[in-house]
C-alpha cells in the first residue's frame, strides 16, 4: 500500500517538477508549447489539490470546445489523483457540463464564460479558464501570464459555493485570491 501511494507522488512530484522547470525556460510571450505544458502541469496539480463532496470512482475532466491543450489533456486519461481515476472528455456540449467534475475553457470558448455560472449553478464542477478576468467573471480558477511567468487567480467564493475545497497550500501560491 505504501509503495502505491509513493507511485503517485512520484507521478504528481513528476509533473510539479516539470512544471517549475518548463516555467524557468519559458519564453515570454506566445504560448509555446513549453507553455503549454506548464499549463497542463498546473491543471494536473489544481485537480490534484482539491476535494470534492461527493466520492464517485472515477473524476470526469472536461473540456468545452476543441483546445489547443486537448491532446495533453489526454494524457490526464487513466491517472489516479486522490484514489479516483481521471477520464477525459473533449467537445462536451454546455447541457452536459453538470456532470463533469472538472471543466476547462480556453480563450477560443470566451462567448460561453458567461453562461457557466448560470448552468453550473452550484454543481461540484471545478471550472478552470485560460482566459483575461476569468475569476473576476465568476471563473474558480483563471490562469494568467505575468511578465514571462504564469500565474494563477482563484475566485473562493464561487468554489465555495460548488462545495469544493481548494489546499491551503494551492490557496496560499494563488496570485490572488477572490472574495
Known sequence: MARHGFARWTLSGRWLIAACLLMLAAPAGSQSTVEQSVKVAFVFNFIKFT???HARENLLFCTQGAQPLDWQFGQFKGQ???GRILDVRH???SGEWRTCDVL???KSDAA???S???ILGTS??????DLPDYA???GMIALRVEGSRLRFDINKAAVQRAGLVLSGQMVKLAGRVLQ
Open 116 to 118: 457557466v455560472e448560470r
Open 112 to 114: 460561453v464564460v458567461d
Open 91 to 93: 467537445n462536451v456540449p
Open 51 to 53: 476535494q470534492w463532496p
Open 124 to 129: 461540484p464542477t471545478l471550472t478552470i479558464g
Open 136 to 138: 473576476e467573471n465568476g
Open 104 to 106: 476547462f475553457l480556453s
Open 80 to 82: 489516479v489523483v486522490n
